[in-house]
Nanobody, 120 residues
Framework: QVQLVESGGGLVQPGGSLRLSCAASGSIFSIYAMAWYRQAPGKQRELVAV???????NYADSVKGRFTISRDNAKNTVSLQMNSLKPEDTAVYYC??????????????WGQGTQVTVSS
């Protein structure tokens, strides 16, 4: 029983900023990695940013230099700071985590999604 809950989405002007947060709760032994994906209408879901338990990060080329992913291992949270937002960033953003539960089984978990709309 693991749940991911996202927050921080909303409407923002081009060039503005938003910070998304995701909190994992439940039977968590360890978290291998956490990531943010996004999906625009009619488009494939794509990886935006990922961070491992060791703190290494990777970003989609389209957001590199504008977005920053971070995590707080003690709180089982991951955040995505989004700066210089563009209309092309408009999508539903999903939190993802690969989690090992106390029963020693690992699973992929997804949040419910939070809408980000960049428009003037």
């Amino acid at each position: 029983q693991v749940q991911l809950v996202e927050s921080g989405g909303g409407l923002v002007q081009p060039g503005g900023s938003l910070r998304l947060s995701c909190a994992a709760s439940g039977s968590i032994f360890s978290i291998y990695a956490m990531a943010w994906y996004r999906q625009a209408p009619g488009k494939q879901r794509e990886l935006v940013a990922v961070i491992t338990s060791g703190g290494s990060t990777n970003y989609a080329d389209s957001v590199k230099g504008r977005f920053t992913i971070s995590r707080d291992n003690a709180k089982n949270t991951v955040s995505l700071q989004m700066n210089s937002l563009k209309p092309e960033d408009t999508a539903v953003y999903y939190c993802y985590a690969r989690i090992k539960s106390h029963n020693l089984s690992s699973y992929d978990y997804w949040g419910q999604g939070t809408q980000v709309t960049v428009s003037s």
